[in-house]
């Protein structure tokens, strides 16, 4: 509104302000909404980035888009889970946006997790036999809409395998096509392998 104005000269200092000032309390107003879904996630997720179990993934620092299209799959129910799709049910377009701008611009927790030389050897065999880099990148920290691998908590990386293995998950068929070829073994090593990397 106020480039249109400059049009015709520079608005008032007086009117100037009172636009800032609006223009803050919206932001702040639209925080402090925001902060409660945010509680509401940190609650499994983790105050701190670090998750409450070895099976709910870490979001913070992943990537804005993956985060916004799970947020959006669940919605659409092309993701399933209990707690996920009863929360994403209630939020708004605008929300989900800005829980995923939020979490994504948070730094990546350090889980500190050391993968043993066994699943190292195992979980590299089965990543390049995947081609999982040409993807998730050399050092499987993604981009845009491909979520970082690398650090990510092994149980969760581990079921979400095994969910695309057995099309429990479906939104992602490419994924699904590329699990079915693996044992059950390589995934838990694959998952420990990146969960250390």
């Not at 902060?35 to 940190?42: D, R, Y």
Request: hydrophobic share 40%; charged share 20%; with cysteine.
């Amino acid at each position: 509104m106020i480039l249109t104005l400059r049009k015709w000269g520079r608005p008032a200092d007086g009117f100037t302000a009172v636009i800032v000032l609006l223009l803050l309390v919206c932001a702040g107003a639209h925080a402090d909404g925001l902060s409660e879904k945010v509680k509401i996630c940190t609650e499994c997720h983790g105050a701190a980035g670090s998750p409450s179990r070895p099976d709910i993934p870490i979001i913070w620092g992943q990537e804005f888009y993956y985060l916004y299209v799970q947020l959006k799959d669940y919605k659409a129910g092309r993701r399933r889970n209990a707690k996920m799709s009863k929360i994403v049910a209630t939020l708004s377009k605008q929300e989900m946006r800005g829980l995923a701008q939020h979490f994504s611009s948070q730094p990546w927790p350090s889980m500190g997790f050391a993968a043993e030389s066994t699943d190292i050897a195992r979980g590299e065999t089965a990543t390049a036999a995947g081609l999982c880099t040409q993807c998730h990148l050399g050092g499987y920290e993604g981009s845009s809409r491909i979520p970082r691998l690398a650090g990510q908590q092994a149980g969760y990386l581990e079921r979400t395998m095994l969910e695309f293995k057995n099309k429990t998950r479906m939104n992602s068929p490419a994924k699904a096509s590329l699990t079915a070829s693996y044992e059950e073994e390589d995934i838990a090593a694959m998952a420990r392998y990146l969960a250390g990397y």
